[in-house]
């Protein structure tokens, strides 16, 4: 079965401490990966996918085909970092299949 | 910049109501997507449509219908709207052109069915 799996419902972390955001994924073929993030009052957009393998904003995701894993990480949470995050795989013929979503709390 | 437009922020219906969700992208996208945003349930596609004309059920299409006339406008059709359905209603386009799967999101129409 294809499907992505992120087991925070919300997280909360301090100002400057590491975030690390957990997405696991099941999927039988080669799997394309992508984080999505949404800031409140704004739309859903890509934050980064594991084919171009880039940092944005400080955060960081690789993918880990043995653990079926895409964790997303950042080493100093920032508020501006609050916001809710989808992890997303593209399953080919045109379908994306996302997670549940962490809602990301930095605290001043 | 890739622009995907839903025609409300906010609508209020009553139960019973015919409901309509309009969504245009400006990118000359392919694909588009319905999905429904829920608190704890994240992201599930209603419908999409890889061309015009053409539409796929997704994983929650009961309740919901589809329009694909013209290549950038999608629509969404509650046949009768039921308090069920409130929820925030994302529409996304994306192109199958290259390699880029990139998905792009409206910004969002919030129903709420009274």
């Known amino acids: 079965a294809q499907r992505v799996t992120q087991p925070e419902k919300l997280l909360s972390v301090f100002k400057g401490a590491p975030v690390e955001l957990k997405c696991n994924y099941s999927?039988?073929?080669?799997?394309?990966l992508f984080w999505y993030v949404q800031y409140s009052r704004q739309r859903l957009q890509l934050l980064l996918r594991?084919?171009s393998r880039e940092s944005i904003k400080g955060f960081t995701a690789d993918l880990n085909k043995g653990e079926t894993s895409f964790h997303l990480k950042k080493p100093f949470a920032q508020e501006e970092d609050s916001a809710m995050y989808y992890c997303?795989?593209?399953?080919?013929?045109?379908?994306?299949?996302f997670g549940t979503g962490t809602r990301l709390k930095v605290l001043a | 910049d890739v622009k995907v437009t839903q025609s409300s922020r906010y609508l209020v219906k009553r139960t019973g109501e015919k409901v309509f969700l309009e969504c245009v992208q400006d990118?000359?996208?392919?694909?588009m997507f319905w999905y429904r945003q829920d608190p704890g349930l994240g992201l599930r596609l209603i419908y999409f449509?890889?061309?015009?004309?053409?539409?796929e059920k997704g994983d929650i299409p009961e309740g919901y219908s589809v329009s694909r006339e013209k290549k950038e406008r999608f629509s969404l059709i509650l046949e009768s709207a039921s308090t069920n359905q409130t929820s925030m209603y994302l529409c996304?386009?994306?192109?199958?052109?290259?390699?880029?799967?990139?998905?792009?999101f409206g910004q969002g129409t919030r129903l709420t069915v009274v």
């Open positions: 996304a386009s994306s192109t199958t052109t290259g390699l880029d799967t990139e998905a792009f």
């Open positions: 999927y039988s073929g080669s799997p394309e």
């Open positions: 594991h084919i």
């Open positions: 997303a795989l593209f399953a080919g013929t045109y379908k994306y299949i």
């Open positions: 990118m000359d996208h392919e694909n």
């Open positions: 449509s890889y061309d015009v004309k053409m539409k």
